[in-house]
């Protein structure tokens, strides 16, 4: 069983930066994969990036490539999502998953991830 956490959103203007947290407890080690994901009012969620944790490969949603990192701190079992030039449209409610396996980890479907996070919400004002 993985719980995960996040922390670190906010209310930033349009070109600010935030970084947001993910630390993962229970049995982080069976992780394989984890990604970031978000859900904006009345609409789906979406996936942002994804990492491989054991060789840190990652994945960009084209709406967040250059300007958001993923990354993570295994000796913490923390996951970072830093997010830069931050624009309106990156309001959502933010949340980390896991999976436990590696297989099509870039593919960031929703239903394959197992664990989640409860959200941390980031709005962006103009």
């Known amino acids: 069983q993985v719980q995960l956490m996040e922390s670190g959103g906010g209310s930033v203007q349009a070109g600010g930066s935030l970084r947001l947290s993910c630390t993962a407890s229970?049995?982080?080690?069976?992780?394989?994969?984890m990604g970031w994901f978000r859900q904006a009012p009345g609409k789906e969620r979406e996936g942002v990036a994804s990492?491989?944790?054991?060789?840190?490969?990652?994945y960009y949603a084209d709406s967040v490539k250059g300007r958001f990192t993923i990354s993570q701190d295994k000796a913490k079992n923390t996951l970072y999502l830093a997010m830069n030039s931050l624009k309106p449209d990156d309001t959502a409610l933010y949340y980390c998953?896991?999976?436990?396996?590696?297989?099509?980890?870039?593919?960031?479907?929703?239903?394959?991830?197992?664990?989640w996070g409860q959200g941390t919400q980031v709005t962006v004002s103009s």
């Open positions: 990492i491989l944790t054991a060789g840190g490969s990652t």
């Open positions: 229970g049995d982080p080690y069976s992780i394989y994969c």
């Open positions: 998953a896991a999976k436990r396996n590696s297989a099509k980890c870039f593919a960031l479907r929703e239903s394959d991830f197992g664990s």
